[in-house]
């Protein structure tokens, strides 16, 4: 029922691009993405809430296709500082109550 | 300033003890949420709760339960029906619905001695 990210992990050099995917089997209505640092707590960078949509934060961006039940985070003109590791989540109704679950997380170490 | 606090930041456990975990939010959030991190598996959910003195289980609850007393606060007990409990606990709030922001709290590491 976790959302599946891909890749695991990313190796990057300072200025590079990349790409985070993260897929449901359920239907999605809206997808969070966080970025964690290690020993941290996980920081918000931006909730999509309908299908198609896009949202930027600096040079981190995310699109959502609703269709597919996928959403991907574009990372451009990587920096140093966006190392950690990045988790889509997604929230489902139930019954009277709203479930927010993650997906295992994709680590991403920026290189000089 | 408000924020959501867990406490403490580090707790040891001997074999066949249950702990308490504490969470403590001033954001005026409804949903509280319990989380485990385990290296490689990302954050799974214990437990939530939408109001007071109601919660439900989430994917891995065997081996712990929850109170919800207060709006504020909802502390995780960790029981010695847990076999693996070492790991990673995250809190975290947010307002109702589906298309809120999650706040965290700083996380307490427990470690089985």
């Known amino acids: 029922q976790q959302p599946v990210q891909s890749p695991q992990a990313v190796i990057l050099r300072e200025g590079e691009d990349a790409v985070i995917n993260c897929s449901s089997s359920?239907?999605?209505?809206?997808v969070h993405w966080y970025r964690q640092k290690h020993g941290e707590a996980p920081v918000f960078l931006m909730i999509l809430l309908k299908g198609g949509e896009q949202k930027g934060h600096e040079k981190i961006s995310a699109s959502f296709n609703e269709k597919k039940q996928q959403s991907s985070l574009y990372l451009t003109a990587s920096q140093l500082s966006y190392s950690g590791t990045y988790f889509c989540?997604?929230?489902?109704?139930?019954?009277?109550?709203?479930?927010?679950?993650f997906g295992s997380g994709t680590r991403l170490l920026v290189r000089p | 300033d408000g924020g959501i606090t867990q406490s403490p930041k580090y707790l040891f456990r001997k074999e066949g003890q249950n702990v308490t975990l504490s969470c403590e939010q001033n954001l005026n959030h409804d949903a509280m949420y319990w989380y485990r991190q385990d290296p490689g598996q990302g954050l799974r959910l214990i437990y939530y709760?939408?109001?007071?003195?109601?919660?439900q289980k989430g994917d891995i609850a065997e081996g712990y339960s929850v109170s919800r007393e207060k709006k504020e606060s909802f502390p995780l007990t960790v029981t010695s029906a847990q076999k693996n409990p070492t790991a990673f606990y995250l809190c975290a709030s947010t307002y109702q619905g589906l298309n809120t922001e999650a706040f965290f709290g700083q996380g307490t590491r427990l470690t089985v001695v």
């Open positions: 709760s939408q109001i007071v003195n109601d919660f």
């Open positions: 359920k239907a999605l209505y809206s």
């Open positions: 989540g997604t929230a489902f109704r139930m019954d009277s109550s709203y479930k927010l679950i």
